[in-house]
C-alpha cells in the first residue's frame, strides 16, 4: 500500500492543516515510510485477540449531579485571542 | 560547584542548622543556570519572583518551627507540559507562546504542600513528540555532557537541566520513554511510574492511555522521596488509580538477595550498541554479586512495539490537539476569512513539523478504511506486548535491560529521518505499552558519554524497581559522576 499526494492532501483538510507543496512531498514520503514499517503488524496473527485500549480496567466515573463552583468568567477569558462581552469572538460561522 | 550537587540530606540538615537558607538555595541555583543555561538551553521560562517570594515564605516557616514538608526547599524543574498557574506554558509550541494556566496541575500543586520551590519551565520536544529534544519551538537543549550532542527526548530539559546542576530535581512526563531515555542519554536517574499512579490533571495531552508523569533526579533516593511527593489518587483524574502508596523510602533497603531477574534476550541483541550491552553485563554482575537471580527469558512482540506505539500515539495526538484551533487560547493567526480558515491557519502556524507529521499520522490510521488495518490492529498488538510482560512477570521480580540501544547521538544526525528517529525507542516503549513501571539509572560511559540501565517492575511494584535501582547504585558510583561544565 502506498499514500498519494491527494490521500494526504485529503488527511490534512480532515486534520485541519493547510500544507505547502514542500510539506506535501514531505509527508507523502515520510508517512509512507512509517506506514510501510507498520505493516509490520500484519505478521502477527490477531484472531481472538481482544484489543488493549487501556491498561488499567477504566470505566465511565460517576459522580452525584451537583451545582458547584466553576471557573470565574475572567479565568476563562484570561487567555481568550479575541473576547467581547465575555465571550469568545470569532470569525463569521455562516456566510 | 553548585549546592544542588549535594543530596538532599546534606541540603536538609544544612537548612535545619541554619547554615543554609532557602533564599541562598535559590540565588544559587538561578546563578548557575545563568552561568550555564546559555550553553544547555535546559529552560524556557524562569520563575524568578514566584520562587524568591516562595523561599521567603519557607524560610520564615523554618524559622517558626513549623512542620517542613518532604522536597523542603528543594528547587524544582517543571516540564513544560505540565501547567503552572500565573507562569507561562508552552509545550514548547509557538502555539502556546502567550499561554498562562489559571490553575496549577496536581503534581505542582502536591509538590507546593511539600514545600518545594519550582525554578522555571522546562524546555522539551514540541507537545512531548520527539527523542532528541531538537523539535522545540523554541531552541534545542544540548546535552551537558558533550553539547554537540543530544539530550535525548522529550523531557530533555527536564534531564539535561539535572544533569548541569540547574535544578535540584525535575519533573518530565513519559509516554514512550520521554523520562528514561534523556535520563540515559544525561546520567540520571529518571522514573516512569505504572500508569495511573500520578494524575495527570494539567498535564497537557499527548497520547492519554500512555502519559505519565515522574521525576528526574541524582539519584534513586531522590527519586522516591519526590514519588512519595506525587503519588496517590486524583478525583480530577478520570484515570487515576485508587491504590494504597507505599513508603517509598523504607523499600531502599539495599538488598536484593534472592531477587530474581529477567534479563531479555531482544533487548540485548542486534542493535544494541557493544559498549551498551558491556555496561549493561557488568551492571547484571553487580546484582548477581549481591545475591540477585539472573536469568534469561523472551519479550517475543518486542519488535512490534514500536509500529503499534507509533499508530496508537499519534491517533490519540490527532485527537487530543484538535482542541488546538485558535479560539479559547494560544496564537490565532490573523485575516482569516472565516472560522474554518481560522483553524486551518492557527493550526498550520502554531505546529511544528514533528506536530504535524503526528497529527497526520495520526488522522490518517483513524480514517474510514484504516481503522482496522492500523488502529485496531495496534491496540491488538498492544494485548499481546502487555501478555509478554505479565507471563514473564508471573516468575521474576524484576526485568533489566538498556534504556536505549545506543548512547546519545550528534544534534542534527538524525532530523530527517523521523523513522529512525522512532527506533531509537524500542527499549522503553514496550513498558508504555504495558503500562508498567521502569527506573533508568547511570550504569556507564562509552565514549564520554552516559549509559543507562532500565530496571522494569510489576503494576504498582514501585518499592522493588526503587529498590533494584537503589541497592545497585549503593554499590556502584555511576551516578556520582557530573559533567564538566
Not at chain 1, 507543496?21 to 506506514?35: C, G, K, S, V, W
Not at chain 2, 541540603?11 to 541554619?18: A, P, T, V
Not at chain 2, 513508603?247 to 538477595?257: F, N
Not at chain 2, 485527537?319 to 490573523?334: C, E, I, K, M, P
Request: net charge negative; charged share 20%; with cysteine.
Amino acid at each position: 500500500m502506498s499514500i498519494t499526494n491527494q490521500d494526504v492532501q485529503h488527511v490534512a483538510k480532515l486534520a485541519r492543516l493547510n500544507l505547502s507543496t514542500d510539506e506535501e512531498q514531505m509527508f507523502t514520503e515520510q508517512l509512507n515510510a512509517i506506514l510501510q514499517y507498520a505493516e509490520k503488524l500484519n505478521e502477527l496473527d490477531t484472531d481472538g485477540v481482544e484489543p488493549t485500549t487501556h491498561v488499567l480496567p477504566v470505566s465511565n466515573v460517576m459522580r452525584e449531579d451537583v451545582q458547584r463552583e466553576s471557573l470565574p468568567i475572567e479565568k476563562v477569558m484570561a487567555n481568550a485571542p479575541e473576547e467581547e462581552d465575555g465571550q469568545f469572538k470569532v470569525p463569521a460561522v455562516l456566510e | 560547584m553548585s549546592l544542588l550537587n549535594q543530596n538532599l540530606k546534606e541540603i536538609h540538615s544544612k537548612l535545619h542548622d541554619k547554615e543554609l537558607s532557602v533564599q541562598e538555595l535559590v540565588e544559587d541555583t538561578f546563578r548557575t543556570i545563568s552561568e550555564r543555561d546559555d550553553r544547555i538551553g535546559a529552560y524556557l521560562t524562569l520563575n524568578e519572583e514566584g520562587a524568591r517570594n516562595d523561599a521567603r515564605r519557607l524560610d520564615d516557616k523554618l524559622a517558626s518551627g513549623k512542620e517542613r514538608g518532604l522536597l523542603f526547599g528543594l528547587p524544582a524543574g517543571i516540564k513544560d507540559n505540565i501547567v503552572t498557574e500565573g507562569i507561562r506554558t508552552t509545550c514548547a509550541s509557538q502555539f502556546l507562546s502567550n499561554f498562562n494556566p489559571v490553575y496549577d496541575a496536581t503534581v505542582v500543586r502536591k509538590l507546593r504542600s511539600a514545600d518545594a520551590v519550582t525554578i522555571g519551565k522546562l524546555n522539551m520536544d514540541e507537545f512531548a513528540m520527539g527523542g532528541s529534544n531538537e523539535n522545540s519551538s523554541f531552541h534545542p537543549v544540548r546535552n551537558p555532557w558533550n553539547p554537540e550532542y543530544v539530550p535525548g527526548g522529550s523531557s530533555g530539559g527536564s534531564a539535561a537541566s539535572v544533569a548541569a546542576g540547574e535544578a535540584y530535581f525535575a519533573l518530565g512526563s513519559d509516554t514512550g520513554g520521554s523520562i528514561r531515555q534523556p535520563a540515559s542519554y544525561c546520567g540520571v536517574v529518571g522514573l516512569k511510574p505504572t500508569y495511573g499512579l500520578v494524575s495527570r490533571f494539567g498535564l497537557v495531552a499527548f497520547a492519554s492511555s500512555l502519559d505519565q508523569i515522574g521525576p528526574l533526579t541524582k539519584n534513586v533516593e531522590d527519586a522516591a522521596y519526590v514519588l512519595q511527593a506525587i503519588a496517590g489518587y486524583d478525583h480530577m483524574d478520570s484515570t487515576s488509580a485508587n491504590v494504597d502508596i507505599p513508603d517509598y523510602l523504607s523499600a531502599l533497603t539495599g538488598d536484593v538477595k534472592g531477587l530474581r531477574v529477567a534479563v531479555p534476550k531482544e533487548y540485548m541483541g542486534e542493535g544494541v550498541d557493544a559498549a551498551v550491552k558491556e555496561s549493561v553485563q557488568a551492571a547484571l554482575k553487580v546484582l548477581e554479586s549481591m545475591g540477585a537471580v539472573v536469568e534469561e527469558v523472551s519479550l517475543p512482540h518486542t519488535e512490534y512495539a514500536v509500529a503499534a506505539y507509533y499508530l496508537l500515539a499519534s491517533s490519540e495526538a490527532s485527537s487530543n490537539l484538535a482542541r488546538f484551533d485558535g479560539v479559547r487560547y494560544g496564537v490565532r493567526a490573523g485575516q482569516s476569512g472565516n472560522l474554518l480558515d481560522l483553524y486551518h491557519e492557527s493550526r498550520s502556524q502554531g505546529f511544528g513539523p514533528e506536530v504535524k507529521r503526528r497529527i497526520m499520522l495520526g488522522t490518517y490510521a483513524l480514517s474510514s478504511g484504516y481503522y482496522d488495518a492500523f488502529y485496531l490492529k495496534a491496540q491488538k498488538a498492544r494485548t499481546l506486548i502487555k501478555r509478554d510482560f505479565d507471563q514473564v512477570f508471573e516468575q521474576y521480580d524484576v526485568i533489566i535491560g538498556p534504556t536505549a540501544p545506543t548512547t546519545a547521538f550528534k544534534l542534527g544526525a538524525q532530523v530527517d529521518d523521523p523513522l529512525t528517529m522512532y527506533l531509537n525507542d524500542i527499549l522503553t516503549i514496550p513498558v508504555s505499552l504495558a503500562g508498567v513501571p521502569a527506573i533508568s539509572v547511570p550504569c556507564g560511559f562509552s565514549g564520554g558519554l552516559p549509559v543507562g540501565l532500565q530496571i522494569i517492575g510489576k503494576p504498582f511494584d514501585e518499592a522493588t524497581v526503587l529498590r533494584v535501582a537503589g541497592a545497585f547504585e549503593q554499590n556502584t558510583g555511576h551516578h556520582k559522576q557530573r559533567p564538566n561544565l
